[in-house]
């Protein structure tokens, strides 16, 4: 869909007569090009959206001329409350625009803003899934050609004051094998954030070129969960998902990509995302260390889970008896449906029991390879929550973990089910800050 976007209070702005409205001719240079694009568009076969942001009752005027044109041309229009900056119109639209499913955006403005507007708008459109066209009236600007300039931290502050776009608060999956007087963790769930694209909303967690939400939008919704779970959003390390089995030790040198992370600093959040791949969570009591690592089916097939505990082992000394280890929210075996080379690289590599066929279809046990690999390696099936045995039954208002995703569509993000533009929940897990004594003592060892 194709949507033209028009600020009457930017105009004003820019272009305001002595009573501080949009001048008739200024408005006749509107409504003419809103003509031109939409039917533009009308001729293309494009299906048209108008957002239109009105300032005043007084320029009702342009509001119906422009509710006139968009019914010749069969577009439909959407109204905005007055937004005194772009940074505020565009923020505003982009739930509209989203919701419309538009990602050809006709944005129209004087030329004085042109070049605040070419700053502006990928910090709020990301420019690889919206194709974004300035479309310049020639006005008189009262502003001289000056305009204000593009300011990231008022983007930054409009978005941390807007309601969560589902409004529903933050919630979190909490594994009752992790002890929380150690450590801190959770698995997200969709709700709470600010993304506004329907099979993104509201928290998604994860930064893409290929889906609708730029950084600013995923920041924040990594500084909501911050907040919500009592974490420092600065100390906020998150892996990357290029489902491969290399493990980032913090505090060594970055590597450009990696699937998982492992760490002994106590209030450094580590995470890993997920959208139907596994989120895996690590702890040791005994040592305080913690891991988080992405594992889709190649991770899985491919052992990161193991080449995690090898760290674990090796890097930190912990024991594999002491290794606690929960799955989070991934695609369960009722829906994960591969095909025929894809199972029989399974049952080659780990055994006929993690493939089922239903109805001559193959479906893969991701969750059953993970504890089957863990136990490969030294891990305790009792230390391992997978979402069944007493893991599995809700108690005391807990919920088990480990959920398909993709039969989940009110609480999670799944790829198979909604297609290239997925939202991506995380698994998370701190070490809990020393008490001041047990500082004392660990720094005199």
């Not at 194709?131 to 006005?139: E, G, Q, S, T």
């Not at 931290?153 to 978005?159: P, S």
């Not at 929380?180 to 694209?197: D, I, L, M, N, P």
């Not at 701190?430 to 500082?439: F, K, Q, R």
Request: with cysteine.
């Amino acid at each position: 869909m194709a949507a033209l976007l028009i600020s009457e209070a930017m105009l004003c702005r820019c272009c305001k007569t002595e009573d501080n409205h949009v001048s008739p001719k200024i408005a006749d240079i509107v409504t003419s090009k809103a003509d031109d694009i939409l039917q533009g568009m009308h001729t293309e076969n494009k299906k048209g959206i108008v957002v239109f942001s009105c300032f005043d009752e007084a320029d009702r005027g342009m509001l119906e001329k422009m509710s006139k044109i968009a019914t010749v041309y069969g577009a439909e229009i959407k109204l905005l409350a007055a937004k005194r900056s772009w940074e505020e119109f565009f923020i505003h639209a982009k739930p509209v625009l989203d919701q419309a499913d538009a990602n050809e955006l006709n944005i129209l403005l004087p030329k004085s803003e042109e070049a605040k507007c070419n700053e502006l708008v990928p910090f709020i459109f990301n420019n690889h899934t919206y194709k974004v066209k300035h479309v310049l009236i020639d006005v008189n600007d009262n502003l001289d050609g000056m305009t204000d300039e593009c300011n990231l931290d008022h983007i930054k502050k409009i978005l941390s004051e807007l309601p969560s776009s589902d409004g529903l608060p933050i919630k979190t999956l909490k594994s009752r094998i992790i002890p929380a007087e150690h450590f801190y963790h959770g698995f997200t769930t969709r709700c709470g954030g600010v993304s506004t694209y329907p099979t993104m909303k509201s928290l998604s967690l994860a930064m893409s070129l290929k889906k609708k939400d730029t950084r600013v939008y995923i920041e924040e919704n990594r500084k909501r969960l911050a907040k919500a779970e009592g974490f420092q959003y600065e100390m906020f390390e998150c892996a990357s998902a290029v489902h491969g089995v290399d493990v980032w030790i913090v505090g060594e040198d970055q590597p450009s990509s990696y699937d998982a992370i492992v760490t002994n600093r106590p209030g450094v959040t580590i995470a890993a995302p997920g959208a139907d791949c596994q989120t895996l969570l690590f702890c040791d009591v005994n040592k305080k260390v913690v891991a988080a690592a992405h594992a889709g089916w190649k991770g899985t097939i491919d052992r990161i889970q193991q080449n995690v505990v090898k760290v674990m082992t090796q890097q930190f000394d912990c024991n594999v008896e002491n290794i606690r280890v929960c799955i989070g929210p991934s695609i369960g075996v009722c829906c994960y449906n591969v095909d025929e080379e894809r199972a029989r690289e399974f049952i080659s590599k780990v055994g006929k029991c993690v493939v089922e066929q239903r109805n001559g279809t193959f479906y893969l046990d991701l969750w059953k390879t993970t504890v089957i690999l863990l136990e490969e390696v030294g891990i305790n099936q009792k230390n391992i929550d997978d979402g069944k045995g007493s893991n599995h039954d809700e108690v005391n208002g807990d919920v088990k973990v480990t959920q398909c995703t993709q039969c989940n569509k009110d609480k999670f993000f799944s790829y198979r089910r909604d297609g290239l533009l997925f939202g991506n929940q995380i698994g998370f897990i701190g070490i809990n800050s020393l008490h001041p004594v047990e500082s004392i003592i660990q720094a005199t060892l």
